[in-house]
């Protein structure tokens, strides 16, 4: 059974992993009255996560430019690959525009990003009280998008396994 690389399969993993605790973070933070301690700690951390998930999406990117994925079973009919394929190139596209819109809005409202408290990311765009509520809903709808895709994916792969009763998740697990 042709396998992925154990670096694709670190990668895929890891950034599953950043993706969930950054949505949940964000959820959790969202639902925080006011403005407290505790929820700009949250924020933080949202914002953490999400610089991260872009820096790994990036490794991801190029490592999957230079190392072909295994080929899908020939008993895979072609509509379902040319429908992973597209699920495939929607993830990578939200996995970069999910944290560059939530980065454009925090500049947008004015807040510099400083990765894990050590050091400031390049401030891009100058605060604008008008383009803030845009790039909010931006971040909103592509998030929202990023945990349909995600979930479909999820889902795609446990049919694979219990219906389909091919190798497609195996490929993938360590």
Not at 45 to 51: D, M, R
Not at 63 to 77: E, F, N, Q, T, V
Not at 138 to 144: D, K, S
Not at 155 to 174: C, E, Y
């Amino acid at each position: 059974m042709p396998r992925y690389t154990k670096t694709a399969m670190l990668l895929h993993w890891l950034i599953a992993l950043l993706i969930v605790a950054a949505f949940g973070l964000g959820l959790v933070m969202t639902d925080i009255p006011g403005i407290t301690p505790t929820k700009l700690k949250y924020f933080s951390w949202h914002k953490w996560l999400g610089v991260t998930v872009l820096a790994m999406a990036a490794l991801r990117l190029l490592w999957r430019l230079g190392h072909r994925p295994p080929a899908p079973p020939a008993s895979i009919p072609v509509w379902q690959n040319k429908a992973a394929e597209a699920m495939h190139l929607a993830l990578y596209i939200l996995m970069f525009a999910v944290p560059l819109s939530g980065y454009f809005y925090t500049l947008s409202a004015g807040i510099p990003v400083v990765y894990l408290g050590l050091f400031q990311l390049p401030v891009l765009i100058a605060a604008n009280p008008e383009l803030k509520p845009v790039l909010k809903e931006v971040h909103y709808i592509l998030t929202m998008s990023m945990v349909a895709a995600v979930v479909a994916h999820a889902l795609a792969a446990l049919k694979h396994h219990f219906i389909d009763r091919d190798d497609v998740l195996k490929r993938m697990l360590p």
